[in-house]
């Protein structure tokens, strides 16, 4: 498939007729003399740009479905948004996390709107869980002698905060940290909301959110909360997406992961512990004269952290067949289920006394019907039961196996042309892993290279003599070829490993070679520290796993150098992966190469485009793992790559820096 082309295509896997981009008002805008160009400066006019933004609106125009690939550098950000507002449509953006929803919001929407003129109206929607809830905050403020000082000063900062704010969005509470203990207190979840029986429903920010949305023609929402409303959770917003006729999925290579998580089903002990306090304090506030009820809720807290103690202190995750014999634990189970029946039972007796008891009561039996079909699904459902341990709760998931034909048959019932775009989407020239996922039969494709001149900006280096991954001296052999190139770059590194072990490991050896650079490692701060003291520094090296793979944008001189130390295989114990390749398996297919290897491809390209971020980037990616070039399945990884200039010999690398 040539640059600036799209295809046509039917049923998986069968090519159809190539078509080149017609330029018209895209060219208007996008092109070399376009209103961009003329009215931003530093615009740098780019024909990928134009061919993506083309065929994205030949697409909404044709009511067809498209996916694009396109590079980093490309400008897909501008190449969606200009074709949105010129054709004139109701248009549901979502993008990958909360950040890059801001982001696209507050900059780039406003601009294209600003240079096109456009009367286009726009919001922006988040989840619930990131809207002040004014209810729970005068909960929270009655009952504020039960909260740890830190806490209570963090509250007091909210109530401030909701004097002043207008939209109650809490990011624009920054004095706040993202994981404060306060902002469950705070903000609502499905199951405590209390709808229109709320006491401030007149003065609710998210109702607001939501009614903005509804008359917006172009709304700003993440993955979490589209598949939040296709998981039918949150029916409040589902009124949005039947009158939607454009839906644009910006980094839709993490959609899949997402909508497996929504299309099932998460108990978690947090969910127990949230329940009590609520009613705790439902019952203070609508009540006061059943202390048996008190006690009935102080059980069901104290059952809810038993269970947790019944499993490892250490965070794990693991698949429901480990713990079914485990008696301690299927105890805590049934001792769980019966504190909520019986719960249940003594919220029935006070039904009527006020909204917020009646509220908890559903919750009270959601919660034990949830619980019930984890300990015994249905024989027909495809799911796979498994685990998840962190320090202080635990989740019991319920995930689909595939969700292929639940997510096709959903595009199926909104009716609306589909695009979705990311840097990393295909595999060589194909699609098909993509498709298969996430069940899209027909669908437009197209993919645009990067505009960035690879060959000189960028080398990729593959060390020669490396020993295989599982050798026991494997991360001391990497950490060998990264020493010197850390010196020959003076720091400016990314090491980035597909394990906590192999990071620890190398943390420790890094600290032994004691090389005169600010060491950072994922973990010790959070993930926005880390990045902002590396940019700082100007001359670290920053260690991290998965989370540092993606989403990670380091511009200029501060990063040239980027180490990964083997090929990013998914973890061969994770529950729901085991589950899958058992499902490809049973069907005949190849479970490593239909699935494995697509998915690692994808990966190693998300990591390898940490390197080039602009034009004037140079730099060079090591791939410490000799198998890319030992293994017929080589191929596969060398083809998604982009086009760098490549070496095996040290000396190349090393000349690179000089």
């Known amino acids: 498939m040539g640059r600036g082309q799209w295809e046509t295509r039917g049923n998986l896997g069968q090519p159809g007729r190539l078509i080149a981009p017609v330029f018209s008002d895209i060219e208007d805008v996008l092109g070399p003399d376009g209103q961009l160009a003329r009215q931003v400066e530093g615009f740098a006019h780019r024909p990928q740009q134009v061919g993506m933004a083309q065929a994205v609106l030949d697409a909404i ?8 690939e396109a590079g980093t550098g490309t400008g897909k950000t501008f190449a969606y948004l200009v074709p949105a507002l010129l054709s004139g449509k109701k248009v549901i953006v979502s993008t990958g996390t909360r950040n890059l929803q801001d982001q696209l919001f507050l900059r780039d929407l406003p601009r294209v709107v600003d240079i096109l003129a456009s009367p286009a109206r726009t919001a922006l929607l988040k989840g619930r869980a990131n809207y002040l809830c004014i209810h729970r905050m005068e909960l929270a403020l009655l009952d504020s002698r039960g909260h740890p000082h830190h806490t209570l000063r963090a509250l007091l900062k909210v109530r401030d905060w909701s004097h002043a704010t207008e939209r109650g969005d809490i990011a624009e509470l920054g004095e706040v940290a993202e994981d404060s203990p306060v902002w469950p207190l705070v903000t609502s979840s499905t199951e405590n909301c209390l709808g229109q029986d709320c006491p401030a429903w007149s003065k609710c920010h998210l109702v607001e959110a939501r009614r903005r949305a509804q008359e917006a023609d172009v709304v700003v929402i993440n993955h979490h909360l ?41 108990l978690s002990t947090r969910q127990i512990t949230e329940l009590a306090q609520d009613t705790r304090a439902e019952y203070h506030r609508e009540a006061g004269d059943l202390p048996r009820l008190l006690d009935q809720i102080d059980t ?40 909520l029946d019986e719960l249940e039972g003594m919220l029935d007796t006070v039904q009527g006394r006020g909204k917020g008891l009646d509220s908890c009561l559903e919750r009270a039996r959601s919660l034990g019907r949830l619980l019930g079909e984890l300990r015994t699904p249905s024989a027909a459902e495809e799911v796979v039961r498994w685990f998840e341990v962190f ?139 880390l990045l902002r003291r590396f940019v700082k520094h100007g001359n670290a090296v920053l260690l991290g796993t998965a989370s540092f793979w993606e989403g990670v944008d380091v511009r200029g001189e501060a990063l040239s150098l980027v180490v990964i130390d083997k090929l990013p295989f998914a973890s061969p114990g994770d529950p729901v992966l085991q589950a899958r390749l058992d499902a490809i398996r049973a069907r005949g297919g190849n479970p490593f190469m239909d699935y494995q290897v697509p998915q690692a491809a994808i990966a190693l390209k998300q990591g390898a485009g940490r390197l080039i971020r602009d034009v004037t980037d140079r730099g060079v990616l090591v791939l410490c793992d000799p198998r890319m070039l030992k293994k017929s399945y080589g191929h596969t990884f060398l083809d998604a790559m982009p086009a760098f200039a490549r070496t095996r010999d040290p000396a190349v690398a090393l000349a690179f820096f000089e």
């Open 61 to 68: 125009e044709d009511g067809e479905n498209l996916i694009v």
């Open 226 to 266: 589209l598949c939040a409303d296709f998981a039918i959770r949150d029916t409040g917003f589902g009124e949005l997406l039947p009158a939607a006729e454009v839906f644009i999925i910006d980094e839709a290579h993490q959609l899949p992961d997402v909508a497996s998580n929504f299309f099932g089903a998460t």
């Open 300 to 339: 069901v807290d104290k059952a809810g952290k038993d269970l947790r103690l019944t499993f490892e202190r250490q965070p794990t995750r693991g698949a429901w067949s480990e713990i079914e014999d485990e008696s301690v634990i299927q105890e805590a189970l049934e001792a769980l289920a019966a504190r």
């Open 391 to 529: 320090g202080h709760s635990l989740r019991l998931n319920s995930t689909p196996i595939d969700i292929a034909e639940v997510f096709g048959n959903t595009m199926l019932q909104h009716p609306a042309s589909w695009i979705f775009t990311s840097a990393t989407l295909a595999v060589g020239d194909s699609f098909d892993h993509f498709q298969r996922q996430l069940g899209i039969v027909e669908a437009r494709t197209g993919k645009w290279d990067s505009p960035f001149d690879y060959q000189h900006q960028a080398l990729w280096y593959v060390p020669q003599g490396m020993p295989e991954p599982s050798d026991r001296g494997y991360v001391q052999a990497v950490m060998r070829e990264a020493t010197a190139l850390i010196k020959a770059s003076g720091g400016r590194t990314f090491l980035l490993f597909t394990s906590y072990r192999a990071l620890n490991e190398a943390a420790d050896l890094l600290e032994e070679a004691d090389l005169g650079y600010p060491v950072l490692v994922q973990g010790e701060m959070p993930k926005a520290e």
